[in-house]
T-cell receptor, first 116, second 111 residues
Framework: DTGVSQNPRHKITKRGQNVTFRCDPISEHNRLYWYRQTLGQGPEFLTYFQNEAQLEKSRLLSDRFSAERPKGSFSTLEIQRTEQGDSAMYLC??????????????FGEGSWLTVV | QKEVEQNSGPLSVPEGAIASLNCTYSDRGSQSFFWYRQYSGKSPELIMFIYSNGDKEDGRFTAQLNKASQYVSLLIRDSQPSDSATYLCAVNMGDDYKLSFGAGTTVTVRA
């Protein structure tokens, strides 16, 4: 069984460009999460899916951010018109969502975004 | 007040010593608590979770939870240089799914 897979691992983009990150969760994990982490801070919750349904978006997720999980399997996070403040590591995580330990989340390796 | 607070460190301990990390949280209704280890430039890796008051041991790691004091800690026994990392405390703040993280405590184990 593979873990959570994210790509690309690193992305450098010019301000104003759009970027898209992909996440493949652990198989059979119903819940998928996106977090963002900047230097010296802990991960901050962005959004969450239960199967294909997006159940919550953080206030951190501006209108330039959109996430999808169309078939309840992989997910994409798109950032439109990137700004320098978007530079961060974008972390995808998944959990089973079932049983007493269903909220235990496992992170992927992260996607580093640098906006220049 | 931050939801989850940790001492930022750095915490420097000699090899073989015990490293003690502390975490406090604001939501008294929190139910589940997690410790993640994060090496520089890498993503967080789950070390332990604890749900009930008291101690939980896993190898060289012991998590301690005191819900009345809204306090959770992590002890690392027989610290090794490979334990040098940032340790993140995460708390389920009552929602069914999302974790709130502290800023992390950086631990350096001196050989």
């Amino acid at each position: 069984d593979t873990g959570v897979s994210q790509n690309p691992r690193h992305k450098i983009t010019k301000r104003g460009q759009n970027v898209t990150f992909r996440c493949d969760p652990i198989s059979e994990h119903n819940r998928l999460y996106w977090y963002r982490q900047t230097l010296g801070q802990g991960p901050e919750f962005l959004t969450y899916f239960q199967n294909e349904a997006q159940l919550e978006k953080s206030r951190l997720l501006s209108d330039r951010f959109s996430a999808e999980r169309p078939k309840g399997s992989f997910s994409t996070l798109e950032i439109q018109r990137t700004e320098q403040g978007d530079s961060a590591m974008y972390l995808c995580a998944s959990s089973t969502g079932q049983g007493p330990y269903g909220n235990t989340i496992y992170f992927g390796e992260g996607s580093w975004l640098t906006v220049v | 007040q931050k939801e989850v607070e940790q001492n930022s460190g750095p915490l420097s301990v000699p090899e073989g010593a015990i490293a003690s990390l502390n975490c406090t949280y604001s939501d008294r209704g929190s139910q589940s608590f997690f410790w993640y280890r994060q090496y520089s430039g890498k993503s967080p890796e789950l070390i332990m979770f604890i749900y009930s008051n008291g101690d939980k041991e896993d190898g060289r790691f012991t998590a301690q939870l005191n819900k009345a004091s809204q306090y959770v800690s992590l002890l690392i026994r027989d610290s090794q240089p490979s334990d040098s990392a940032t340790y993140l405390c995460a708390v389920n703040m009552g929602d069914d799914y999302k974790l709130s993280f502290g800023a992390g405590t950086t631990v350096t184990v001196r050989a």
